[in-house]
């Protein structure tokens, strides 16, 4: 049975995560049942991807898979520090800034507060296709595909590609038998 949780939480890994875990996108979003909290622990730590627990949800919980490094650099861009100081974010530290999203995020659960966008920054989107999300209220886009865009849809879809091609590269290894921590060094 262990071995088959393993190889269920790999396939989930790559379906959801492969572009960061291959080094294509800072960060992705995962949802995992509780009781498989040990094996992302195991599969995520020789792989070089940190996580972060967002939320506690009923039967499933909200991870963030990030690597630090290229987290650090998204959060140093002047224009992407104006954009979080105009959400409320006093302290652009990664710690601070998750631990932010974190309690926003339980807010919004608890109908206490509106979704925290900012999200989409460290997941990668881009600024202006954050900005445009929330001035548009998620309509009049230009183009939609992991996120809605309202910038450079060329740009966009080259990395919705990049995405597709990463989680094809990653299901393949899988099923030949090779596991996450092995691929993402």
């Not at 202006?128 to 595909?145: A, M, P």
Request: charged share 30%; with cysteine.
């Amino acid at each position: 049975m262990p071995e088959e949780r393993n190889r269920k939480i790999s396939i989930q890994l790559a379906s959801q995560c492969a572009p960061t875990f291959l080094r294509v996108k800072p960060s992705s979003l995962m949802m995992l049942c509780p009781e498989d909290t040990e094996v992302l622990e195991v599969q995520t730590r020789k792989a070089g991807v940190s996580r972060c627990l967002l939320y506690r949800g009923n039967q499933r919980d909200m991870w963030l898979l990030y690597r630090k490094e290229e987290l650090n650099e998204i959060l140093k861009k002047e224009e992407v520090r104006r954009f979080f100081q105009a959400m409320g974010y006093t302290s652009f530290s990664l710690p601070a800034v998750l631990n932010n999203v974190r309690v926003r995020l339980l807010e919004h659960r608890e109908n206490e507060g509106e979704y925290p966008h900012e999200l989409g920054i460290l997941l990668g989107y881009p600024l202006e296709d954050v900005q445009g999300f929330i001035r548009n209220k998620g309509k009049n886009y230009l183009y939609s595909g992991y996120w809605k865009v309202y910038g450079d849809v060329e740009k966009a879809i080259q990395l919705f590609q990049s995405y597709d091609r990463a989680r094809k590269q990653m299901l393949a290894v899988l099923l030949k038998e090779q596991n996450v921590r092995r691929i993402s060094a």
